[in-house]
T-cell receptor
């Protein structure tokens, strides 16, 4: 059983919809990353958070350390948001060891 | 421009022929790491380095070597590649001193071992 689980694995939505992607982890962590992998393969870091909530544009990430759960939300989704979203749990200090979820493939239909 | 570069981007090789994938960053980051990505398995960490001359194993280190002689470079060495090392490889770096631990990823190296 993977230590980091993401749901759903695949998500198709209409443009404008509010999107939620979930990440649960069973290991003790110091922080959690959310990454975006474009259809071309490149990976971009969206957020790293260890508590509470972070917001960047239409993206919001939350984490509940006690419940070992994080969510990534996209408001007013757009076709350019179509990508694979990956969470990664960080153990240790300063990104020592990362354990990744298998990703959520998001498709936004115009 | 702040970036992580990897070379080569694509490589087809044969079993047993030693190869090196280079990774270089120009952001003076302390932390560097190698990952492989396989269908159905996602990203997995191979090795990471917290600073020069400090390296440690990730989840899948078997068959790989790394070195960190300079802060900017973190090459991945496959001494005797095998077909099960066919994969997409990513290098990444981040700062450990700025308080921003965002990871910057290289463009990836697609390796095929026949």
């Amino acid at each position: 059983k993977n230590e980091v689980e993401q749901s759903p694995q695949n998500l198709t939505a209409q443009e404008g919809e509010f999107i939620t992607i979930n990440c649960s982890y069973s290991v003790g962590i110091s922080a959690l990353h959310w990454l975006q992998q474009h259809p071309g393969g490149g990976i971009v870091s969206l957020f790293m958070l260890s508590s509470g909530k972070k917001k960047h544009g239409r993206l919001i990430a939350t984490i509940n350390i006690q419940e070992k759960h994080s969510s990534l939300h996209i408001t007013a989704s757009h076709p350019r948001d179509s990508a694979v979203y990956i969470c990664a749990a960080v153990s240790g200090f300063g990104n020592e060891k990362l354990t990744f979820g298998t990703g959520t493939r998001l498709t936004i239909i115009p | 421009e702040a970036q992580v570069t990897q070379n080569p981007r694509y490589l087809i090789t044969v079993t047993g022929k030693k190869l090196t994938v280079t990774c270089s960053q120009n952001m003076n980051h302390e932390y560097m790491s190698w990952y492989r990505q396989d269908p159905g398995l996602g990203l997995r960490q191979i090795y990471y380095s917290m600073n020069v001359e400090v390296t440690d194993k990730g989840d899948v280190p078997e068959g790989y070597k790394v070195s960190r002689k300079e802060k900017r470079n973190f090459p991945l060495i496959l001494e005797s590649p095998s077909p099960n090392q066919t994969s997409l490889y990513f290098c990444a770096s981040s700062s450990l001193t700025s308080g921003n631990y965002e990871q910057y990823f290289g463009p990836g190296t697609r390796l095929t071992v026949t």
